[in-house]
């Protein structure tokens, strides 16, 4: 079991959360990213550099999550992916990906790549704040109970 984060656009809260929790659950913690990230010095946290490059990060996950990890990620064809091998993903916002949700937002994310192209002005996300960082850390609890209940 292991918890993967798709760490190029993960906020450091979120990062802060996994490491403090996964560290008392004895967890490996994966960070994949194109850039270099630092990481506390220990040996339960790995991270993993990919080639730059669209999607390098969300394909190394995708090519080595097993069904009893987490995946924490915005990017939903990889959340679809995870979702897909039956493993478990969730948003840095603290939203349980499904097959049903990541279904509609995936048609979301293909409708506004569609008005972008047509020059139609979209806004990005929220900011990350401590409404989202609580929801995160609430669906992450969540999670880790499940995990110690098996």
């Known amino acids: 079991m292991r918890i993967w ?3 190029d656009a993960c906020p450091r809260p979120v990062r802060d959360i996994v490491f403090k929790r996964a560290e008392k659950k004895a967890l490996r913690v994966t960070l ?8 506390p010095p220990v040996g339960w946290i790995d991270f993993v550099q990919v080639p730059a490059g669209m999607d390098e990060a969300d394909h190394y996950i995708a090519a080595h999550v097993q ?7 915005q990017d939903v064809p990889l959340a679809a992916d995870v979702v897909g091998i039956g493993a478990t993903a969730v948003s840095v916002r603290g939203e349980l990906w499904t097959e049903d949700n990541v279904r509609e937002h995936l048609s979301i994310r293909d409708f506004m790549t569609e008005a972008r192209a047509l020059g139609v002005t979209t806004g990005g996300p929220p900011p990350f704040d401590s409404r989202a960082r609580q929801a995160f850390a609430n669906a992450f609890d969540r999670w880790l109970a499940g995990v110690a209940a098996r």
């Open 67 to 73: 069904p009893a990890d987490l995946v924490i990620t």
């Open 5 to 7: 984060i798709d760490a």
């Open 32 to 39: 994949v990213a194109n850039s270099f990230q630092r990481t």
